[in-house]
């Protein structure tokens, strides 16, 4: 007897232990395996969000040559590492037990939150040192790809939508705690201690890498003594112990391949694409935003976003709890058009407007004829002197209405109701479009395009935002978000199930 489908409703975490077939050995080792991926994307989550709050402080402290436009390339590092590093460990995971890319990936993430943290060390070219440690972080972090193989081919068609909801709200899990523990350890403050022997500044900038690194290895001590390789077909019949295929299931894989549609593929790619895309201008221009419009310090800009960043955490595990009982009900497309329907109103609300205008740094300054005379550079080198406020050389700052605390915070709620709404889905029906094969090579794809809009979209933010300003920035983030709308009404048709396409379930 095969082991039953537990129910898409399953709490987090649970194996179905109370099952009748609980007792079943594949069965159990393979919903252990899935929490082991579990884990794993919960992991990668906190390494990467628990320096997302602090990077624009601690790239200004310890390189004062870089500027809001430098910012982009730094978060764009990230994923332009994922990006290249996707297909890659895709195409490993195929051939060969997934245990070798995935430890070999985590072990790269591991020393490059290393080289991070000693990124102020060298004399010069600081901020350079820093693009290639985060560059380093998000090649490692290209085993996302592996991981989201290996539970699309590991759960059944049934169990999929919940493994994958239940996945995504692990990683946010790790999108609350990674800023939550960089807010804790902002108190650290920036000077903290320096531990002589191994030359290690220990300060709010340097330890959450450090404790990420941490992380990594408990990751790695994971996925050696727990994975086990499991793959089920679309029904959850175990069909294979290992991942990479047999001789005599060429022919059958070569099958499938020829019959999975190609433009349902492309189309999920792009709409997969816009979601990382608008999430990355948001979470990148979060900080640079903040400390302009409300005047925040660095510290205060680390502390206050990394609650907001906590919050939206909390409010994206209500989603995907909700996901996964709205997409059963009304499907996954319905719950995707939705989720794109709430970002857009997310960033028309960012959309500055009023009368009232965000203060100007210096402009005290040159209001007072005492200081009329210090240059920038002067008063930046005393330690006791912050200057707050929108900097004069985005010449925006004179004629842009200022964007409202409320706003922020009305944003920031939206855009946590529909960005996890339309990843989950996202990849979920891609996973389902793409039939009973193994999707390491396609899942490469997928996560190669979501870096490349990572990579792309806080180039282009930074640069937009810091020469035209947020209203400019915003409203083509809004002109994106109507055209995958169109996007995915046009081909709705399209993006259904393998089984479906192939009629062997009905919808």
Partial sequence: MSPPEPDDTTPLLRDDASSDDSQDGDYRSRWRSIRVMYFTMFLSSVGFTIVITSLWPYLQKVDGSADASFLGWMVAAYSLGQMVASPIFGWWSNHRPRREPLVCSIFINLAANIYYAYAYLPKTDNKYHMLMSRAFVGFGAGNVAVVRSYVAGATSLRERTGAMANMSACQALGFILGPALQAGLSFIGEDGVTVDVIKLQLNMYTTPALLAALFGLINILLVVLVLKEHRVDEDGKQIQSINYTSEDRVDIIEEDELSIDQVAVLISNILFFTVMFIFA????????????????????????????????????????????????????????????????????????????????????????????????????????????????????????????????????????????????????????????KPQGVYMGWLTASGSGARTLGPVFVSHVYTLLGPRWAFSLICGMVLAAIILLASSYRKLIAFSVRHRRIIE
């Fill in 281 to 436: 201008v948001f979470e990148t221009i979060a900080t640079p935003l903040s400390m302009d419009m409300f005047s925040w310090t660095r510290k205060e800009a680390v502390l206050y976003n990394g609650i907001i960043m906590c919050a939206i955490g909390f409010e994206s595990i209500l989603v995907f709890l909700a996901v996964k009982v709205a997409s059963q009900r009304f499907g996954d497309r319905p719950v995707l058009l939705t989720g794109f329907a709430v970002i857009f109103c997310g960033f028309i609300v960012l959309l500055p407007w009023g009368n009232h205008y965000p203060k100007i740094q210096w402009a005290d300054l040159k209001n007072n004829t005492l200081v009329s005379g210090i240059s920038k550079a002067a008063l930046a080198s005393n330690n006791t002197f912050e200057p707050t406020g929108c900097p004069y050389e985005q010449t925006w700052c004179q004629y842009t209405p200022a964007i409202h605390l409320a706003q922020y915070i009305s944003s920031d709620i939206l855009i946590g109701v529909g960005y996890p709404a339309c990843n989950v889905m996202s990849y979920t029906l891609y996973s389902k479009i793409l039939g009973p």
